[in-house]
């Protein structure tokens, strides 16, 4: 079967300094004609450290979309053009204090594919050691050290809900099991 939809018409319809806002006319594969509302974002990272004892370097933050505190891997998002292992890096001692002498990709996620283009670089940070804590001046951020055992429980039981953090963590626990 033929899936693709052939756009018509694009317009723009808000540019912000995080995403930017879409409305494409497209060309439905039996010939009807419909609307897609596109939400344009340069994409991210998420970086999982874990220590030598099986132990994850999560981030606690407050995200102002859902009012409330989440628990999660570190991450942050791609300029446009950026390397998203250089992110990833850079973003893993910004928040956590820590470099690594090992990352690996964990591949990467559509975070949202209804309505937005954001694909999310997911890794794993190993042999860490201690870089400088230093997040941005409009981010504050809490580290917590969790087993990945407790980690694991933990998603079980709906205390993490962060999707990337949660598809990081089941990747590594998986790996190791392994």
Excluded at 26 to 52: A, F, M, Q, Y
Excluded at 68 to 82: F, H
Excluded at 89 to 116: D, H, M, Q, W
Aim: net charge negative; proline share 4%; charged share 30%.
């Amino acid at each position: 079967m033929n899936f693709l939809e052939r756009t018509t018409k694009s317009e723009r319809i808000f540019e912000g300094q995080i995403i930017n806002l879409r409305v494409d006319i497209v060309k439905l594969p039996n010939g009807n004609i419909s609307t897609r509302e596109v939400v344009e974002h340069p994409g991210g990272v998420g970086i999982i450290p874990i220590t030598d004892e099986q132990e994850v370097i999560m981030v606690r933050q407050f995200r102002k979309p859902l009012e409330t505190v989440t628990l999660e891997i570190p991450a942050g998002k791609l300029s446009y053009g950026e390397d998203p292992y250089v992110c990833g890096v850079r973003e893993l001692e910004e928040e956590t204090g820590y470099k690594a002498k090992r990352v690996e990709s964990l591949g990467s996620i559509y975070t949202s594919p209804g309505f937005a283009n954001e694909i999310l670089h997911l890794y794993m940070a190993t042999d860490l050691y201690k870089g400088v804590f230093n997040p941005d001046e409009d981010e504050f951020v809490e580290t917590e050290v969790i087993t990945l055992e407790k980690l694991v429980e933990m998603i079980m039981q709906g205390e993490v809900q962060d999707a990337k953090s949660i598809i990081a963590i089941l990747r590594v626990w998986q790996m190791i099991k392994n």
